[in-house]
């Protein structure tokens, strides 16, 4: 009987035992499947099916007539395979394929700079744009190399490559500061899966408009990371096509004609602000910066004593020199310093009051006799030096910083410097010297090519509304309101601007050959200054110290359409190495040989 008795208690026991475990078993299942159930059908999603990206072809960059001036270009990369492995996995991935691939330490650089930079994907191209040889080593091997595929993509391409280089820019890798940029302004959801951004002009600029909206794949995916059937899809909203102002025939013309040769040249219309011409050069090709530059090239390019890299026209900063003589003659007319009536005789120099200090003439033994519409003709510097300290420094200033000289023109694309106008308001004791300084361009003066353009056009242009320089046709940017100047001194100053291309003029030289009556200011600015006793010699004077040569023009005289400027750095004369080049450029223009003239 107590044999009987212990085992019924001993059975009892354990029954109650394993209901116990049984009872906890019940319970942790219910949370699992009802309870944490969505959690957990989450977790085992997330381990089998993965949201790709499905990115958007980048909107295309069409000149003014639809031709292509940036496009998407199908090309093959080569991918790693990054799911669930290591960081020493992948290493050995790298280093197997490099015995039967030709992966340069740059293209391994690259590879790993984008897996460690935080944008996270299943897999990371290791070679772009492979060649067809390189396709038939990989497919040759690919049995070995099962941790990398063939991915079909479409790579951007510039056709007119160095033609357009500082205006289109190019687009390039994600970075960091990239990713800091998306992150800031709330476009990770734009940018899911992308893996490059425009980094430079239009591409930059018109960035969020052109990279478009990607869509995205649920895919099923194995072990491996590899998809075996797809789930669902959301397609992706294409770039917008962006179309410029530019005339491709006028820019190839222009880049043309500045061969050789370290300048810029701008052309616009007066009217609407639309910009014709931005040729810039020495110049680059973008292709080689759209899957990242290797080291050698951009070490030529950076270090390059011509600053290929430089955008001229927006960020090349130059003394303005004699092109700046219309816009202080102007000053002098509104504020009724002098008239047409006033006159002085030129003996060659200038002597300031109370001073030794003389400011030589460009001409040798002076102009004689000049008035206002002479000396801006013939370019009189003796007379701008005393009617400069008529004006005075402050009145000068105002009326320059009126039409946009120091300040940004606005146009459409990035990163513009503003140049440099003396500020008599922000600096004490400013000296008499300066003025006379400033009052031809020269002193602490700087400004850019497309300044120039603006302020031709602020005077030109008809109406209270001065257009707002731009490179997007389809965009309308916002105009400004102009200051108002008084008809008949702008009547002055287009008189002499016109007499420079005359007889006489400093561009006098197309007199009789000027078909489409091209107006404008010829202007030399020194790059350093000489001394008292010192002669300028072209011949003595290494080229990087010659003085640079500009011209800005505008045509037809009687009824301005367009307006240019041009600037060729150490070019030595404006008349004789910009001017040409825009006479050259406005005839193309009128003759319409180049399909521009009736769009």
């Known amino acids: 009987m107590l044999n009987k008795y212990l085992f019924n208690r001993r059975a009892y026991f354990i029954f109650i035992l394993i209901s116990f475990f049984f009872l906890l078993i019940c319970i942790r299942l219910f949370f699992l499947q009802i309870i944490y159930q969505d959690i957990y059908e989450e977790k085992a999603n997330n381990n089998s099916i993965k949201v790709l990206p499905d990115i958007a072809s980048r909107g295309l960059i069409l000149d003014r007539n639809g031709e292509i001036l940036a496009t998407n270009k199908l090309s093959f990369n080569l991918e790693i395979n990054t799911h669930n492995k290591s960081y020493k996995q992948i290493l050995e991935i790298v280093s197997n394929a490099k015995r039967y691939i030709n992966i340069s330490e740059e293209d391994e650089k690259n590879f790993f700079k984008s897996y460690s930079q935080g944008i996270k994907r299943l897999s990371y191209p290791i070679k772009f744009n492979i060649s067809e040889q390189e396709m038939s080593e990989f497919l040759a091997n690919q049995f070995i190399l099962s941790d990398i595929f063939l991915v079909e993509k479409f790579n951007r391409f510039y056709p007119f490559a160095e033609q357009f280089a500082h205006l289109i820019g190019y687009i390039n890798r994600i970075n960091n500061d990239d990713i800091t940029f998306i992150t800031q302004n709330a476009l990770s959801q734009k940018y899911f899966g992308s893996t490059h951004i425009g980094k430079k002009g239009i591409e930059n600029f018109y960035e969020l408009q052109l990279s478009g909206q990607p869509g995205q794949k649920e895919v099923m995916v194995n072990s491996f990371g590899f998809a075996l059937r797809t789930i669902k899809t959301k397609a992706p909203l294409q770039g917008e096509n962006i179309s410029l102002t530019i005339s491709l025939p006028l820019q190839l ?24 011409v931005y040729a810039s050069q020495p110049s680059f090709n973008p292709n080689l910066f759209v899957n990242g530059i290797d080291q ?13 890299m430089l955008d001229r026209v927006i960020n090349g900063l130059y003394p303005p020199g004699s092109t700046i003589k219309p816009f202080i003659a102007l000053s002098a007319l509104e504020n009724h310093i002098v008239d047409t009536e006033y006159y002085i005789n030129d003996p060659g120099f200038f002597q300031l009051k109370n001073s030794k200090k003389i400011f030589k003439d460009w001409k040798k033994g002076g102009h004689g006799h000049v008035n206002i519409i002479d000396a801006i003709a013939v370019s009189c510097d003796t007379f701008f030096y005393d009617l400069g300290l008529k004006i005075g420094i402050e009145n000068i200033f105002k009326t320059l910083s009126s ?8 146009i459409d694309m990035p990163h513009e410097k503003k140049g440099n106008l003396p500020n008599p308001f922000l600096k004490k004791n400013w000296k008499l010297y300066e003025t006379v300084n400033t009052s031809i361009g020269q002193g ?13 056009n602020q005077l030109l242009s008809n109406g209270n509304i001065s257009p707002q320089l731009h490179l ?30 005359k007889a006489g003029g400093t561009f006098g030289s197309i007199n009789g050959r000027n078909k489409y009556n091209l107006a404008g200011k010829t202007g030399t600015a020194q790059v350093f200054s000489l001394k008292s006793n010192e002669e300028y010699n072209e011949n003595l004077i290494p080229e990087n110290k010659r003085d640079h040569a500009l011209f800005i023009g505008y045509a037809p005289a009687e009824n301005p359409k367009i307006s ?14 910009a001017a040409p080049i825009a006479k050259n450029l406005v005839d193309s223009y009128f003759e319409g040989d180049l399909n521009y003239a009736t769009h």
């Not at 039409?403 to 606005?410: K, L, M």
């Not at 602490?444 to 031709?456: F, G, W």
């Not at 240019?564 to 190495?577: D, L, Q, R, W, Y």
């Open 403 to 410: 039409i946009g000289f120091g300040s940004n023109t606005n």
């Open 444 to 456: 602490d003066s700087l400004i850019t090519p497309a300044q120039l353009v603006n302020a031709l």
């Open 296 to 308: 050698s090239n951009w070490n030529l390019l950076n270090n390059a004593d011509d600053k290929p």
């Open 564 to 577: 240019i400027a041009v600037v060729i750095e150490n070019g030595g004369h404006g008349s004789s190495a």
């Open 472 to 501: 997007n046709k389809n965009i309308p940017l916002s105009q400004n309101i102009k200051k108002q100047f008084v008809p008949e001194n702008l009547q002055i100053i287009m008189q002499g601007m016109e007499r420079v291309t």
């Open 253 to 276: 013309k222009a880049n043309e004609l500045l061969q050789n040769k370290k300048g810029a040249v701008i052309m616009s219309e007066i009217q609407t602000g639309e910009v014709l």
